[in-house]
């Protein structure tokens, strides 16, 4: 069977995201600039009202929110974060990423932007490795000690009138703010990855190798070998970190993925089992239902609905 082209998979864009859960008619497209696709920061109390729960999807920019009062909740993967007031939460692009609670009872900044902004003038692709967060499976959150809450604030400030006085925003000016907010999290990135265990370098780099090895390798004997150790010691290793085996996070990882291309692609079944490693797409049917208790075709018809 000819399996369809990686351009199928659909992943959102700005505009496309904010027209199907916020809805095209919403008066809060009004705050969205006609170059918004590339980059905006606006506070999230003005447009964080999320008509219904966003299912497994990705998007081309990466999302910042800032927290400054209340709980802010998502998904990254499978593991959920509770954003608490001076965290800041990270989503980068290209990570999978659910909303079950659309509760918005939350305020702070929202700041979405481009990767291609970060490498332009003053950038380089080689600079984006320092930031962790910026990595799909990097540490995705961020506590703001008290004494640099008010610099950080100042930051985003500066980003949100920067966006919002004129229809073109200056892209150097954005960049050289962007780094120095980046540069200051990743100061308090880096102190807490200094005490980091072992075990967690290892779980970290695990989940690392499954993301970008799930379409071919399932096995844990695989992902050991990859590391230079035993399957045993991942096990150990993972499951005192993660509180789940190494087996629990592959098959989860293949669930993911397949969630996210039957919501945001017209692939098939077929096609999807062979996209996450399944030859046999009849297997791969019953693996998602015992997992999840429907068939995928069920699950794509109540995510259609919704």
Not at 217 to 231: E, F, K, M, R, S
């Amino acid at each position: 069977m000819k399996m369809k082209t990686a351009e199928k998979v659909k992943t959102y864009e700005l505009k496309g995201f904010r027209e199907k859960f916020l809805g095209s008619e919403n008066p809060l497209q009004q705050l969205f600039k006609s170059n918004s696709d590339h980059f905006f920061c606006l506070k999230l109390e003005e447009i964080m009202q999320l008509q219904y729960p966003v299912p497994p999807s990705k998007h081309v920019c990466h999302t910042l929110l800032f927290i400054t009062s209340g709980i802010h909740i998502i998904k990254l993967g499978f593991e959920e974060y509770k954003t608490l007031p001076s965290e800041i939460i990270v989503v980068p692009a290209g990570q999978i990423f659910s909303i079950e609670d659309i509760n918005s009872n939350y305020q702070g900044y929202i700041c979405q932007l481009h990767p291609d902004i970060l490498i332009s003038k003053y950038g380089n692709r080689e600079t984006l490795h320092d930031f962790d967060f910026l990595k799909i499976r990097g540490n995705p959150k961020i506590s703001v000690p008290e004494k640099d809450f008010p610099f950080v604030t100042n930051l985003l400030n500066r980003l949100e009138a920067e966006y919002l006085k004129a229809e073109t925003v200056n892209l150097d000016l954005i960049q050289s703010y962007l780094m120095a907010l980046f540069c200051e999290m990743n100061i308090n990135a880096i102190k807490t990855s200094k005490n980091t265990a072992a075990s967690h370098v290892i779980s970290a780099r695990f989940r690392e190798l499954i993301y970008e090895g799930i379409k071919t390798n399932h096995q844990v004997n695989y992902y050991a070998d990859q590391l230079n150790i035993t399957p045993n010691h991942l096990n150990k290793s993972v499951k005192s970190t993660t509180g789940k085996s190494a087996n629990k996070w592959i098959e989860e990882t293949i669930l993911l993925e397949a969630k996210y291309l039957l919501f945001q692609t017209t692939l098939s079944v077929s096609e999807i089992a062979m996209q996450v490693g399944h030859e046999d797409h009849s297997y791969f049917s019953r693996f998602f239902k015992k997992h999840e208790g429907i068939t995928p075709i069920q699950y794509r018809k109540l995510i259609d609905k919704s």
